[in-house]
């Protein structure tokens, strides 16, 4: 079934997680429905990191952990911000067939529904809007998702940029992009002749894998083949942007020039050569220069570190996940904690009242 609807990514990248998932990931992609995967979900992944280490500090936590490991099944990707959707199905359609078709699985999670979002046009907003309303009449637990990170480019130079920040925020910062000097950052697109060379590709992904095993959530690890062939497609609008101090690479960010928006997606770090250079941070003002010199509307950043991500600038939007629990009994406990689930929806308006 062709997807039409909250696509921020090149189909390429789809086609890719499709052709090679996760690890523990099983996709699907029927002919008459969305591309949907099931794998082991722990229940506590976006839980607040806090309450997340005061649970695995419970007595016996280790012999009863798997209880919280459910077989699920994913309606959506997790290489696109959104879960695409076909405008073929009416929201009530949609409803209905996924009412037949998990009643054999425990959990299933129609992940990342855009709530207002700026990229995406209003008929895929109201869209969004009427499925949710669908879903929660047909016993669908609605759960507010993750904080979606996002710059409009809208400044005319870093300068105007930093003016908007706080005064300490812009020292801070700064100082943190003394560290340019000693960096020379290399933009290749993706497809370039340096992505067939196995050892260099495989090099970026020991890279990536710093990132995700540093990470506090690890839910989907991709794997090589996934990264050759995105790095190796030069018909995705895909923007590799390397940053190297002296002969050794310090990281890298793969990024997407898609429907006038730069889409970040990936990134991989050298520690702690990464760390002792504020690669994050240089990395963001580099990605932004780059958005405003291609002329993009907005820089959108991705779900994780929203804090930080906060002080740098972002503004932020936000998903709903439709969770259906086939167990009465789960349903009624998982329903009565929902708000523990929703980490970022209570940061973000935490951060609104002290602004």
Known sequence: MKTDLNQLEPQALVDAFL???????????????????????????????????????LPGYRHWQNMLH???????????????????????????????????????????LPLNSPFISEMENNYSQELIKSAEKNGFLSVEGQALAYVPIDFENREDYLSRLSKSRRKNLKRKLKS??????????????????AEFTAQLYRLYLNV???????????????????????DSGGTVLFYWVGTALAGFNLCYEYRGNLVDKYIGF????????????????????????????FYIAGWTDPEVKAQLGAEFTFTRHLVWIRSPVLRFILTRLRSVFEADHHWHQQQELKS
């Not at 199905?89 to 699985?105: D, N, R, V, W």
């Open 19 to 57: 052709k090679y998932p996760p690890a523990g990931f099983q996709v699907h992609e029927p002919d008459n429905f969305l591309a949907f995967f099931y794998t082991r979900f722990n229940l506590l992944t976006t839980l607040d990191v806090a309450l997340h280490q005061k649970i695995k500090a």
């Open 70 to 112: 459910l077989q699920t099944c994913f309606v959506g990707t997790t290489v696109t911000e959104y879960t695409l959707l076909s405008a073929q199905l009416s929201a009530q359609q949609m409803t209905e067939f996924l009412k037949q078709h998990i009643q054999k699985t425990r959990l299933t999670i129609i992940k990342d």
């Open 180 to 197: 340019l000097n000693e960096i020379d950052v290399e933009i290749l697109a993706t497809g370039h002749a340096k992505f067939q060379d």
């Open 212 to 234: 995700y095993h540093q990470s506090e959530i690890h839910f989907d690890l991709l794997s090589p083949a996934f990264f050759q062939a995105i790095l190796q497609d030069g």
């Open 270 to 297: 050298n520690y702690p050569l990464a760390t002792d250079h504020n690669l994050y941070f240089i990395s963001w003002f580099v990605n932004l220069e780059y958005a405003r010199v291609r002329g993009m509307k």
